[in-house]
Structure formats: C-alpha cells, structure tokens
C-alpha cells in the first residue's frame, strides 16, 4: 500500500528565512510520480509540481525548489525567501502510474501548516 | 476556462436528511474523483469513477453514494448525513493517466448537525 508521511504538522518561520518542507513515501511500484499542493487559507487546493519517480532532477521554478532523492524515499521542497503569502497549507500525495484496482487515485500526506510572519 | 465546479460552495443540515453534491467538469476528463478532508488526515479518497458507468470504492466509501451517468458530472449522494460527515470535500478530475496532476474544485464544507 502507498503512504505519505509530512512529520511536520506545522511550521512557523519569519519572513524572508528559507524553510523545509519534508516529504517521505512509500510505494511498491517502480514508476510512480510526486505531487506538491498547496492549500492557501481560502481552502482550495493548487498545484505546484509534480516529478517521476524515473527523473531524479532536482527542479527549481522562483523561490520554489524541490529534491527528489529516490534513495531516503523522500521529496522535500523549499522556499527560499519566504512571504506572508506562502503561508498555507502544504500537502504532499503519491501518485500510481497507471490505472489499478485503486484508480488513480492521489494519497496524500496529513499536510504541514507553514505560517510565515512578519 | 478549465475547470471543476462543485456546489453548494457550504452547507449546513440537519441529521439524516439526503443532499447531493453536485461535482461537474468541462475538460472531457475520464477520470473522476471525491475525497474528503479532516484534520489531521490530510485527504482521503471516497469514490473514484474512471468513467461513465463506471464507479468504484476508495478508501472511505462508507455513509456515500456516487454516479456517472455523464462524462462531465460525477454528484455525490449522502443518503442519511450523519455528524461525522462534517467534512471539507474536494472533487478532482484528471485524464486518467498518474502523470496527469489531478484538477480540484474549490471545495464543499458540509456541516451536519
């Protein structure tokens, strides 16, 4: 069975310090792919990115980044410079890479609160 | 504009008395889902469709009822709400393939008293 884990419930941080968000999963299937959303106090749910479990480049968009280390299992993100408008929720969700008995359905992790303050 | 559109937006009701969410989409997308988020659990899926006629159990499919008798809407039926259906839920769309990220609607707070 896949799993997410965001050991993080939540995370507070000053405005412009860069912050963590760790990601770990479990999953039998050799092709899978990754997911960050984030979820901004107004509740919907944004896509950030999403990586293959085959390309382990680590990819950088602004202030975002993201280390995908098949090794540890993990998929950690990084803002760099955070905002007050980062402050959301971050969720974390595994994706199969086709259609099983589960559909293709996302698990996600429990999110990480990140609150950044002024 | 791409989209899923889920309604009511909120909704407060009473124990025991049916209501339906409806959940419609305009990317002819074959695959269709509903998850419900709790604190603490992060989202979990409910009912998932791959497509029309086609329905199936997620993980938490209990007290829920879903069809698919059109491609493009995928309502969710609460037969006889009960409290501990007081949720947050999300509707979600994609092509079908795992690559794909899947689309959400802004969202449904039911609340049942």
């Known amino acids: 069975a896949q799993k997410v884990t965001q050991a993080q419930t939540e995370i507070s941080v000053v405005e412009k310090e860069d912050v963590t968000l760790d990601c770990v999963y479990e999953?039998?299937?050799?092709?899978?792919?990754l997911f960050w959303y984030k979820q901004p106090p107004s509740g919907e749910l944004v896509f950030l990115i999403r990586r293959n479990s085959f390309d382990e480049q680590n990819e950088i968009s602004g202030r975002y980044s993201w280390n995908f280390q098949k090794s540890t299992s993990s998929f950690n993100f990084t803002i760099t410079a955070s905002q007050v408008v980062d402050s959301a929720v971050y969720f974390c969700a595994l994706s199969e890479a086709w259609l099983t008995g589960g559909g293709n359905k996302l698990t996600f992790g429990t999110g990480t609160q990140l609150k950044v303050e002024l | 504009e791409a989209q899923v559109t889920q309604n009511p937006r909120y909704l407060i009701t009473v124990t025991g008395k049916k209501l339906t969410v409806t959940c419609s989409q305009n990317?002819?997308?074959?695959?269709m889902s509903w998850y419900r988020q709790d604190p603490g659990l992060g989202l979990r899926q409910i009912y998932y469709?791959?497509?029309?006629?086609?329905?199936d159990k997620g993980d938490v499919p209990e007290g829920y009822k879903v069809s698919r008798k059109e491609k493009r809407n995928f309502p969710l039926i609460l037969e006889s709400p009960s409290p501990n259906q007081t949720s947050l839920y999300f509707c979600?769309?994609?092509?079908?393939?795992?690559?794909?990220?899947?689309?959400f609607g802004d969202g449904t707070r039911l609340s049942i008293l």
């Open positions: 999953t039998r299937d050799t092709t899978y792919y």
């Open positions: 469709s791959m497509n029309v006629e086609v329905t």
């Open positions: 979600a769309s994609s092509s079908g393939q795992g690559r794909e990220p899947q689309h």
């Open positions: 990317m002819n997308h074959e695959y």
